[in-house]
Structures are given as C-alpha cells and as structure tokens.
C-alpha cells in the first residue's frame, strides 16, 4: 500500500465571521453579487467558492484560488473543542498563502432581537439565543475570536472588522467591545 499525502492548496482564505444573527450570509451574498465590494477587502473578482465552517470535511481536494469560509465565532462554546484555535476548520489557515479575515459586529440589542425574531431557530441556535442575554457573554466570545485570529503570523492575517450594516463600515476592536456590552 502507498498512501499519498497532499497539502490542501488555497490561494486567498476569506473568512467571514462573527455569531449566529449577525448577518454573515447577507455579507456573503454581497459579496457575490456586488463586483466592488471585495475590491475593499483585496478580494480578487472573479471566482469565489462558498464553504460553511460545517461543511468542511466535504470540501473536495482541489487547489482554491478564493475560498470564503463562512464562520461562526461560537462554533466552540458547548462543544470540547472550548477555543478557537482548537476548532478543526482553523487546519485551513494554515493552508493558505494569504487570509482576509472579515468579522461582522452588530450591538448586542439588534443581535438578541434577530435570534429571537428567528421563524424557525435550530435547537443551538435557541440556545445561544439564551445566552446572548448574559452580560458579556458576547464581548468575551468576540475578544477570544479577535486574540486567535491576531496569534496567527504565518500566513499574516489581514482582518477588519465591521459592522454589519448596508454599508459595512470599518470599526476599530474597541468599538466593538463597546456594542456588545
């Protein structure tokens, strides 16, 4: 028996995060359609794949020229996995040249009221909606996602931050910390 073992080969990884409600799936869409939004982040136009963080295990063994992984911050809470960093998708981070991190903030108020005006809400996402309600439970997740993200020094890691409204404004981690009290 031989086995073969290649690297996964991606180009540029985008990664859109930030927690369930905030609007990670209408950025994404924005993206797509919109052929000057990515031109803000250095995001090349032309051929974008989608993968939710979920669905990376089917992510077929192919070089990607631009990778968009959509993720959620809170993947870890609840889970054994407890941090970022030890969240199997990060194995991604280390197969790019190049990363563009985008993390979307929105207030705390707006956050709870989207998760609890949700039609139908998945069981975890019921349950995060419980928590989003808790003092700093959001600020500490977001804190823990921006310091596993910065630790990361090769490839370097472009990240913005911004808030997920219609014109994506850039905020500074401060100011996020801010909305999420």
């Not at 794949?49 to 990376?56: H, L, P, T």
């Not at 992984?69 to 030890?86: A, N, Q, T, V, W």
Request: proline share 4%; net charge positive; aromatic share 8%.
């Amino acid at each position: 028996m031989i086995v073969e073992a290649r690297r996964r080969k991606i180009d540029h990884l985008i990664v859109v995060a930030g927690v369930a409600c905030v609007g990670k799936t209408r950025f994404m869409d924005t993206l797509l359609q919109s052929g000057t939004s990515g031109d803000r982040f250095g995001i090349e136009r032309g051929e974008l794949e989608m993968i939710n963080a979920f669905r990376v295990r089917t992510l077929p063994d192919k070089p990607f020229r631009n990778l968009v992984l959509h993720y959620d911050i809170l993947r870890p809470h609840g889970r054994k996995l407890r941090r970022h960093s030890r969240d199997p998708v990060f194995h991604l981070l280390d197969c790019a040249d190049r990363i563009t991190v985008i993390t979307l903030v929105e207030s705390r108020a707006t956050i709870i009221h989207r998760s609890i005006n949700n039609n139908e809400p998945s069981k975890r996402r019921a349950e995060l909606a419980a928590n989003y309600d808790k003092d700093d439970f959001l600020r500490v997740w977001y804190e823990a996602w921006f310091d596993a993200i910065s630790s990361r020094h090769e490839p370097a890691v472009t990240h913005h931050i911004v808030l997920a409204a219609d014109d994506y404004p850039n905020v500074t981690r401060e100011d996020a910390a801010a909305m999420l009290r």
